[in-house]
Nanobody, 115 residues
C-alpha cells in the first residue's frame, strides 16, 4: 500500500521556521523524483520545490528561493522541506508528491503564518 504522510505543519509567526517531513512507503522511494506543492484557500495547487531521485537536481519556485530548502533521505524514505523566514503568503496546505511512471500524493499538512 502506497503511503505518503506529511507532518510538521502548524501555526508560526512571520519570520519563523518550520520543517515539513513526508514519510513514504509502499513504493521504491529512491526511484522517484519528489516535489512539494502548496495550495492556498481559493487558489490552485502550485509547485514549491522539486528534487531529483539522487538529490542532485533541485528547483524552487521564485517565491521561495533563498528561504526554503528541499532535501531527501533515501535511506529513510523521507522527503523534507525546511521553511525559513516564513511570510503570511506562505499560508497553505503543503503536499508532497512522488513522480515517476506513476504519481502519488500525500494528504497534506496545514501551514499557517500569522501573528
Amino acid at each position: 500500500q502506497v503511503q505518503l504522510v506529511e507532518s510538521g505543519g502548524g501555526l508560526v509567526q512571520p519570520g519563523g521556521s518550520l520543517r515539513l517531513s513526508c514519510a513514504c512507503s509502499g513504493f521504491p522511494f529512491s526511484s522517484y523524483s519528489m516535489n512539494w506543492y502548496h495550495q492556498a484557500p481559493g487558489k490552485e495547487r502550485e509547485l514549491v520545490a522539486s528534487i531529483s531521485r539522487d538529490g542532485r537536481r533541485i528547483n524552487y519556485a521564485d517565491s521561495v528561493k533563498g528561504r526554503f530548502t528541499i532535501s531527501r533521505d533515501n535511506a529513510k524514505n523521507t522527503l523534507y522541506l525546511q521553511m525559513n523566514s516564513l511570510k503570511p503568503e506562505d499560508t497553505a496546505v503543503y503536499y508532497c508528491k512522488a513522480r515517476a511512471f506513476l504519481e502519488y500524493w500525500g494528504q497534506g499538512t496545514q501551514v499557517t503564518v500569522s501573528s
